[in-house]
């Protein structure tokens, strides 16, 4: 199963979780935008789409705006095969970041829930959302909640350069991913049975 890597504003410089899991990991591919210094919602969308749309089942993981994004695909795209989602501190768009140009455009936030599993992973001092406000959002998605406790932003910045413990939760999300594999083929299989 192909893990489809979904970095932020910027993208992830080389010594972030997410650069260095494209690297240490098998089966992982980054997500690639035309401009990763001014988002534009449509155009980011588009080109994960195209990404997903080749990986079947991928599962995402997103962080930051790019948390945000994989948000936005779901609620527009629910065609889409996604296998399972790990949102690392999303970013609010509709916070004073948004006076960077392209980040109002991701505003505001789905409230549409998923219809793969998923994580919200949070800190108590995230700058760029607050945690009771991403508890909400991830409730609204029917999404796994984890308090990250004292964070940061969950990035380079604040400490988190391989983050074995997002790997742990990667883990956790691709077991949910083969459970639920596992229940739609029995499921399928009594069906036909019972023709």
Known sequence: MT???????YNSEPAHWQSRWETELDHVERVQQRDWDAPD?????????SHVARRPGAILVGHSLGATLIAHLA???P??????ALLVAPADPELRIS???GIASFGPLPDEPFS?????????????MAQDRAHV???MWEAAFVDAGDAGHINVASGHGGWPEGLRLLDQLLVRRRALQ??????ATLASRSH
């Open 3 to 9: 893990v489809l890597i979904v970095p932020g504003l």
């Open 182 to 187: 596992a229940t739609s083929d029995l499921n």
């Open 75 to 77: 609620a527009r795209h």
């Open 137 to 139: 959002i991830a409730n």
């Open 99 to 101: 006076r960077i140009r």
């Open 116 to 128: 793969f599993p998923a994580i919200v992973v949070a800190s108590r001092t995230d700058p760029y």
């Open 79 to 84: 065609e889409l095969a996604i296998g399972g």
């Open 41 to 49: 919602l449509d155009e980011w969308i588009a080109a994960l789409r």
